[in-house]
């Protein structure tokens, strides 16, 4: 039994000396933490004397701008790879955009062959009014009275609805080449203040009929329907007092450049044939400028050869329409210098014979010369027809 209690003794003893160990073990961890935190402050301390005594040294006009001082253990952050990504997209669009400006500034304009700069283009004339025969004999022109203007001060179009446009049709009225007509509404004495398309086709006979002072100066030889500023010249002259034009005017009208000539008939019913499809069909050529599909040249060109297509509205509506037509043309950026209704009535020129037009394509002659250059020497010419069709 002694010898037991002895054995039990020695063992508790050396588990107390154990958990003393350990704990004197334990004390002095925390005593050397102690003194790693005391010694890392104290050369936080120095660290920051020393970057003030860095900060002395430097001009006082330096010392005062506002400084960030990262503490030792903090770092700068790293932006992301989505910021900078996103930081040079915005550069790389903003210098393109620069490069777009540059580009329009600079860029040379695209010509135009309209003569009023200003002016919209014109629509096509809807009313066809037949052109009368006149006597080979010289033609007086009557004071103009009933005017309630005493000059045209501005430019006049279809759509506008002025005093100006009633004392357009009292001149035009004055004058039987360009008279509305010789009854109903805007005939003579029955003047109104609208300008529709029976005035639009009267002033076009008046600016034919006075071509050397109202289209000579615009490079053109068939009228526009638009009272510009030669126009408004010839129309105020008429206004002040009487004046004599001798004019002749034949059969034909030649289209010049393109050497086409087109056939008038007669208004007089007794001269009319009897069959119902005469061997020259009667048409009115019409201006219908449009804005593409074309360039000026630099130089004239040599004209030799003439292309006949076929074009109709392959979208929904009436496979005749005109302005659908065109309007396929425009979004395509392509057109011919001509484009002939389906009955043959109106000859719609859509830019002069001296411009380039895009009507020809990827395209050679016959015998295989000239590739992809047939616009620079060629009239284009649009009829208008299905593929069910037959040319009239």
Request: proline share 5%.
């Given at each position: 039994?002694?010898?037991q209690k002895?054995?039990?003794l020695?063992f508790l003893k050396?588990?107390e000396i154990?958990?003393?160990?350990?704990d004197?073990a334990f004390?002095?961890?925390?005593?050397?933490q102690?003194?790693?935190?005391?010694?890392?402050?104290?050369k936080?301390?120095?660290?920051?004397?020393?970057?003030e005594?860095?900060l002395?040294?430097?001009?006082k006009?330096?010392?005062?701008?506002?400084?960030?001082i990262?503490?030792?253990s903090?770092k700068?952050?790293?932006?992301?790879?989505?910021?900078?990504?996103l930081?040079?997209?915005?550069?790389i669009?903003?210098?393109?955009?620069f490069?777009?400006v540059i580009?329009?500034?600079f860029?040379?304009?695209?010509?135009?062959?309209i003569?009023?700069s200003?002016?919209?283009v014109e629509?096509?004339?809807?009313?066809?009014?037949?052109?009368?025969?006149i006597?080979?004999?010289?033609t007086?022109i009557?004071a103009i009275?009933?005017?309630?203007i005493?000059?045209?001060?501005?430019?006049?179009?279809?759509?506008?609805?002025?005093?100006?446009?009633k004392?357009?049709?009292?001149?035009?009225?004055?004058?039987p080449?360009t008279?509305?007509?010789?009854s109903?509404?805007?005939?003579?004495?029955?003047?109104?203040?609208?300008?529709?398309p029976?005035?639009?086709?009267?002033?076009?006979k008046?600016?034919?009929?006075?071509?050397?002072?109202?289209l000579a100066?615009?490079?053109?030889?068939t009228?526009?329907?638009f009272?510009?500023?030669t126009?408004r010249?010839?129309?105020?002259e008429?206004?002040v007092?009487?004046?004599?034009?001798?004019?002749?005017?034949?059969?034909?009208?030649?289209?010049?450049?393109a050497?086409?000539?087109?056939?008038?008939?007669?208004t007089?019913?007794?001269?009319?044939p009897?069959?119902p499809?005469?061997?020259?069909?009667?048409?009115?050529?019409?201006?219908?400028p449009?804005?593409?599909?074309?360039?000026i040249?630099?130089?004239?060109?040599?004209?030799d050869?003439i292309i006949?297509?076929?074009v109709?509205?392959?979208?929904?509506g009436?496979?005749?329409d005109i302005e659908?037509?065109?309007?396929?043309?425009?979004?395509?950026?392509v057109?011919?210098?001509?484009?002939?209704?389906r009955d043959?009535?109106?000859?719609?020129r859509?830019?002069p014979?001296r411009v380039v037009?895009?009507?020809?394509?990827?395209?050679?002659?016959?015998?295989?010369?000239?590739i992809?250059?047939i616009?620079?020497f060629?009239i284009?010419?649009?009829?208008?027809?299905t593929?069910?069709?037959?040319p009239?």
């Open positions: 039994m002694p010898e002895k054995e039990k020695d050396r588990e154990k958990t003393m160990a350990k004197l004390v002095r961890e925390l005593e050397a102690k003194q790693r935190e005391k010694i890392a402050s104290i936080l301390k120095e660290d920051r004397l020393a970057q005594k860095k002395e040294q430097i001009p006009q330096v010392k005062d701008k506002p400084k960030k990262f503490p030792i903090e700068p952050k790293i932006p992301s790879r989505s910021k900078k990504i930081v040079r997209g915005i550069i669009l903003l210098f393109v955009l490069l777009g580009a329009w500034f860029w040379p304009k695209e010509k135009s062959f003569p009023e200003e002016q919209e629509e096509e004339l809807k009313i066809q009014i037949p052109v009368s025969s006597p080979e004999e010289e007086a009557v009275k009933g005017c309630s005493s000059s045209f001060d501005r430019n006049l179009q279809r759509g506008i609805s002025e005093d100006d446009v004392c357009l049709q009292i001149v035009l009225n004055s004058d080449d008279k509305l007509g010789d109903g509404v805007g005939s003579s004495g029955n003047e109104t203040s609208y300008f529709g029976i005035t639009e086709a009267c002033v076009i008046f600016q034919e009929k006075y071509a050397d002072e109202v100066s615009w490079e053109l030889t009228g526009t329907g009272v510009g500023s126009s010249a010839k129309l105020n008429l206004l007092g009487a004046e004599e034009e001798e004019e002749k005017t034949g059969e034909d009208i030649e289209v010049p450049e050497g086409i000539a087109i056939n008038l008939a007669s007089d019913p007794a001269q009319e009897e069959t499809v005469p061997e020259t069909s009667t048409a009115y050529l019409v201006e219908r449009v804005e593409l599909g074309y360039h040249p630099d130089t004239p060109r040599i004209i050869t006949i297509h076929s109709y509205n392959s979208l929904e009436d496979p005749y659908k037509i065109i309007q396929i043309f425009q979004d395509y950026r057109t011919s210098h001509y484009l002939i209704a043959d009535s109106i000859i719609y859509l830019v014979d037009a895009y009507h020809a394509g990827f395209s050679k002659m016959p015998d295989g010369s000239r992809n250059i616009n620079d060629s284009g010419i649009e009829m208008v027809y593929k069910t069709d037959t009239t």
